[in-house]
């Protein structure tokens, strides 16, 4: 009952992160935290240079880990910067990314957030294939949110079609093996 509650909660949709009204989006970062190009350039653009300058004093974040700024010319209140691994094919590659979202939904409940929109973590320049990363982000949320009720809805909003429907088939998989039980 709780678990299909927990599926009503996780939303798809096809676009551009940065013109989303929601408490917080997530940041597909690098290392550095000072910008860069895919999503992250987009975020930085969208959101102004007041962002750059509050990243400037986060001394910058491990892979796996996440960190919070507010969202400056953003609609979002807030965007949480994460730092995916370089995909390598190695196992610690899906515990570094489930890492990701892990931290960034821990650190969203920290801050009263409800609402909140994540990329395709490491599926650009990372390199991540994205039906294994989208196994990983969409079960690692659906866990998350059967032991956590005050987020009320998380997006994965994809950049293309063809990540969209990705998601979507996994989603069906694993809302149907839900269902099953
Ligand atoms: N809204 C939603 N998704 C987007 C947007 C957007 N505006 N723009 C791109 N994507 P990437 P990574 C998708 O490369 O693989 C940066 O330079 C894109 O289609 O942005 O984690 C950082 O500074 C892809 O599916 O992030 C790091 O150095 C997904 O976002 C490095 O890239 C992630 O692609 C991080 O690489």
Redesign the pocket.
């Known amino acids: 009952m709780m678990d299909v509650e927990a599926m009503d909660r996780i939303r798809l949709m096809q676009?551009?992160?940065?013109k989303l009204d929601v408490d917080a989006i997530v940041n597909?970062?690098?290392k550095s935290l000072l910008?860069?190009?895919?999503?992250?350039?987009?975020?930085h653009r969208a959101a102004g240079t007041g962002l750059l300058e509050e990243c400037k004093s986060l001394g910058g974040c491990f892979t796996g880990e996440a960190k919070l700024t507010r969202g400056h010319q953003l609609k979002a209140k807030y965007v949480i910067h994460t730092v995916?691994p370089v995909y390598s094919g190695k196992p610690q590659d899906a515990k570094l990314l489930a890492d990701c979202y892990l931290n960034s939904l821990t650190l969203a409940v920290n801050h009263g957030i409800q609402s909140i929109a994540f990329?395709?973590?490491?599926?650009?320049?990372?390199?991540?294939p994205?039906d294994k990363a989208s196994t990983i982000a969409i079960t690692t949320v659906f866990d998350f949110l059967k032991t956590s009720r005050s987020i009320q809805e998380v997006i994965f909003?994809?950049?293309?079609a063809l990540?969209f429907n990705t998601y979507q088939n996994v989603l069906k998989k694993i809302s149907g093996n839900q269902a099953a039980i």
């Open positions: 676009g551009d992160i940065t597909a970062a690098n910008g860069g190009g895919g999503v992250d350039g987009a975020i995916g990329p395709a973590i490491s599926c650009g320049v990372y390199g991540y994205i909003i994809l950049f293309s990540d």
